[in-house]
């Protein structure tokens, strides 16, 4: 049987009621609740009265014991905010803990009251009259209560829900922009995922490191970003040269052609070496598969993992959609599995070939290339092409 210090206990609820000093008091609250296998409230699970002692307390619980079931059944009742409602709904079996305490009660040594009214309800007590401690109780258990539940909210280490349905969790999606369900929805990743990266995604001034870093850590692989990559743009139709109707005063407003050149227009993100299951899964939907998962969850591979959608999701996130996205997924030419024809005209997943991106034509073997790179575009709008 293993030993607890020098003590020997069968469970941790036996350590707990006897060595209770040694516990933080807030941890041995939330320990004490979650002990209850019922739905319990703390006011129901926990019960706080005043130690009328005048001797200075060495610590903060003076005593803690389980009250029987007459005890218990008395104690509901002294509770004047407990309705009838919760009284039907309190379980047999469930076991109250009575807490001895002078912190935050309003007659004790700590306490707010005069001396000599303290005395007088230790007095009271001590002749086993004990209306005015247990009216004082009224108080103190609201004190306490508030008290834990102002500390549980504030602190994640009393949290016993997972992190990503805590209210601190809603607090940092709230910095990030992500608290709408509907903004949420375009970042397809877990809010677990996401927690450890609040600092990063919730600060507005993007930096290269930052896209680089998440990225990363989201995809599992390495990350490379290049700068001012330049494109072709197109001019607008209402901005091109029309001689003798607009946009023709030479050297102001004319521009020969239709497409203007941009050294800033797009970033340059270089990911992997990856596989090729990952390739699969990184890869944008072709026209015809997008009409075919129309109104349907994004499918990516036979599996149904949907890794494009969270990868645009975090890029435009980061990017905050200001510039085209050209993404290189470079995929190892050892994992690539070799090619049967013929395929299936229509699949519903993103295994068919596509000749460039999951199927390429063979060569002699001294002319291929360990690494494979596919490209593809994120725009800052909604659209995807083609690199």
């Known amino acids: 049987m293993a030993r607890i210090g020098r003590h020997r206990y069968r469970t941790v609820k036996e350590y707990m009621l006897r060595q209770y000093g040694n516990?933080?008091?807030?941890?041995?609250?939330?320990?004490?609740?979650?002990?209850?296998?019922s739905k319990q409230s703390i006011g129901q699970r926990?019960?706080?009265?005043?130690?009328?002692s005048?001797?200075?307390?060495?610590?903060?619980?003076?005593?803690?014991?389980?009250?029987?079931?007459?005890?218990?059944?008395?104690?509901?009742?002294?509770?004047?905010?407990?309705?009838?409602?919760?009284?039907?709904?309190?379980?047999a079996g469930d076991e109250t803990v009575e807490?001895?305490?002078?912190?935050?009660?309003?007659?004790?040594?700590?306490?707010?009251?005069?001396?000599?009214?303290?005395?007088?309800?230790?007095?009271?007590?001590?002749l086993r009259s004990t209306a005015m401690a247990d009216f004082l109780d009224i108080f103190n258990q609201r004190a306490n209560v508030l008290r834990y539940q102002m500390k549980h909210a504030l602190t994640l280490g009393l949290n016993d829900m997972p992190p990503a349905d805590t209210e601190m969790a809603h607090c940092l999606a709230s910095l990030m922009g992500l608290a709408s369900p509907k903004l949420a929805a375009q970042v397809p990743l877990p809010a677990r995922g996401w927690l450890g990266l609040a600092g990063l995604l919730a600060n507005r001034r993007k930096h290269a490191s930052t896209l680089v870093h998440v990225l990363g850590i989201a995809l599992g692989t390495g990350v490379k970003l290049t700068e001012?990559?330049?494109?072709?743009?197109?001019?607008?139709?209402?901005d091109?040269?029309?001689?003798?109707?607009?946009?023709?005063?030479?050297?102001?407003?004319?521009?020969?052609?239709?497409?203007?050149w941009d050294q800033q227009a797009r970033l340059r993100i270089d990911i992997g070496a990856i596989d090729y299951d990952a390739l699969r899964r990184l890869l944008p939907p072709t026209p015809l598969q997008s009409a075919m998962s129309e109104g349907e969850a994004p499918r990516h591979d036979a599996s149904g993992e949907s890794g494009y959608a969270m990868l645009t999701g975090l890029v435009k996130l980061l990017v905050d959609r200001l510039a085209d996205c050209e993404i290189v997924l470079n995929v190892s030419a050892d994992s690539i599995p070799p090619t049967q024809l013929p395929q299936p005209a229509r699949r519903r997943d993103f295994t068919s070939m596509r000749l460039g991106q999951t199927a390429w034509l063979a060569g002699a073997p001294e002319q291929r290339d360990p690494i494979r790179p596919v490209r593809y575009l994120i725009p800052a709008s909604n659209s995807v092409g083609m690199a």
Not at 46 to 52: I, M, N, Q, S
Not at 228 to 238: C, F, M, P, Q, T
């Open 99 to 126: 807490i001895v305490t002078s912190n935050f009660c309003v007659a004790s040594v700590t306490g707010p009251m005069p001396e000599t009214f303290t005395e007088w309800a230790r007095e009271l007590s001590a």
């Open 240 to 260: 091109r040269c029309a001689l003798g109707r607009r946009n023709h005063r030479l050297g102001q407003t004319a521009v020969v052609g239709r497409r203007v």
């Open 23 to 37: 516990f933080n008091v807030f941890q041995l609250m939330r320990l004490l609740l979650s002990d209850s296998g």
């Open 54 to 91: 005048a001797a200075f307390p060495a610590r903060e619980f003076a005593q803690i014991r389980l009250l029987p079931a007459v005890e218990n059944e008395r104690a509901a009742d002294k509770d004047a905010g407990e309705t009838a409602g919760e009284k039907a709904d309190q379980e």
């Open 228 to 238: 001012h990559i330049g494109a072709w743009l197109d001019i607008d139709e209402r």
């Open 46 to 52: 926990l019960r706080f009265r005043a130690d009328l």
